[in-house]
């Protein structure tokens, strides 16, 4: 502890390195967690398009998958940005809005979920 320096000063820089540190984590973890999602979306659209053509019915679930995957891209695109971006406004600015495109993603999956099944077994 130096003598000079105020305490609230010492504490504010070493949790401003700390949430930085946490930051980049979290923007890591939107890259990988998005960009697994697009791929699962991906799969499951590939299932859904064979039940569609065993059973002759068309759902509306592929659409949504689609969407899905789209925003999950979006998500992990803008995450990476963040990661590759030096300005700390831009950063922090680019993952809030890739952290809320998760979170909307990842309500949608639950929602497409609920609905696949509900068509499937409804038919």
């Keep these: 502890?130096?003598?000079?320096?105020?305490?609230?000063?010492?504490?504010?820089?070493?949790?401003?390195?700390?949430?930085?540190?946490?930051?980049?984590?979290?923007?890591?973890?939107?890259f990988?967690?998005?960009?697994?999602?697009?791929?699962v979306c991906l799969t499951v659209i590939g299932i859904i398009r064979v039940v569609i053509s065993l059973r002759k019915s068309d759902l509306f679930a592929d659409d949504l998958l689609a969407i899905n995957a789209m925003i999950y891209l979006l998500s992990c695109l803008l995450s990476y940005w963040a990661l590759r971006t030096r300005s700390v406004s831009r950063?922090?600015?680019?993952?809030?809005v890739a952290d809320t495109l998760f979170l909307v993603a990842l309500t949608l999956t639950a929602i497409n979920c609920a609905y696949i099944t509900w068509a499937i077994s409804a038919s």
């Design 32 to 39: 990988t967690a998005s960009a697994a999602m697009v791929g």
């Design 91 to 96: 950063n922090h600015r680019l993952e809030r």
């Design 1 to 30: 502890m130096n003598p000079g320096v105020p305490i609230s000063t010492e504490c504010t820089s070493s949790e401003s390195d700390e949430r930085k540190r946490l930051d980049d984590d979290i923007c890591v973890h939107i």
